[in-house]
C-alpha cells in the first residue's frame, strides 16, 4: 500500500463515480469497491451536493451505495457560486445557448467547488488536445487546466494507478 499518494483531496464528480459504477461491477471488482468504500466512509474521497444530486439522478443504486458508505457530501456556498460566475465570464458564457458541447452550469460549479475547497476533481469527461477556439466548448479538464482556475484533474484510471492499489 501507497502512503501519502495524494496531493490534494480527491472529489469526484459525476461522471467519474457513474463510469467506475458502469465498467467494474461489484461482483466482479469486490475489492475495489471495498477501497471506495472506505475511502468515502473516512472522507479520503468527497463529492459535491451537485455531482451527489446528479448521480442520483442518473442511477439510484449507485447513489444509494454513496450514501450507504456515507459518502462526504459537501454543501455549496456562495463563494463556489463566484467562483462558478468567474469562470463563466472567462469562457464568454453569457446566456444558456453559449452552452453547447462544452460544460454547463452544474460543471462549473463542480469545478468552483473543487477551486474553493482546494480539491483535486475526478471527472471522466473527454479530454481536449487543444482548446477549442470558443471557450465555451471546453471540457472539464480544459477548465480545470485554465490558468485562472488552475484545478487538478485526472478520470478515474489515473486516480486508480496513481493509488498503486492492486485489486
Known amino acids: 500500500m501507497c502512503v501519502n499518494w495524494r496531493a490534494t483531496l480527491p472529489a469526484f464528480d459525476t461522471s467519474s463515480i457513474i463510469h467506475a459504477w458502469d465498467h467494474y461491477p461489484q461482483k466482479q ?5 471495498d477501497w471506495l468504500g472506505a475511502e ?5 474521497f468527497v463529492m459535491s451536493k451537485i455531482a451527489d444530486d446528479e448521480t442520483k439522478n442518473r442511477d439510484a443504486d449507485c447513489h444509494y451505495w454513496l450514501h ?3 459518502v462526504k457530501i459537501l ?13 463563466k ?16 452550469e ?20 473527454s479530454r481536449q488536445t487543444q482548446l477549442p477556439k470558443n471557450l465555451a466548448n471546453c471540457k472539464i ?8 482556475v ?17 485489486f
Open 68 to 70: 450507504a458508505n456515507s
Open 89 to 104: 465570464a472567462t469562457l464568454g458564457i453569457v446566456n444558456e445557448r453559449d452552452y453547447r458541447t462544452g460544460v454547463g
Open 29 to 33: 471488482f469486490p475489492k475495489l469497491w
Open 150 to 166: 488552475n484545478v487538478q484533474c485526472v478520470n478515474f484510471r489515473e486516480l486508480l494507478i496513481r493509488s498503486g492499489r492492486v
Open 40 to 44: 468515502f466512509s473516512t472522507g479520503r
Open 106 to 125: 452544474k460543471d462549473l460549479l463542480i469545478i468552483g467547488f473543487c477551486m474553493e475547497h482546494a480539491l483535486e476533481l475526478v471527472s471522466n469527461e
Open 141 to 148: 479538464p480544459a477548465v480545470c487546466a485554465l490558468p485562472t
Open 75 to 87: 454543501a455549496m456556498t456562495t463563494n463556489i457560486l463566484s467562483h462558478a460566475l468567474a469562470i
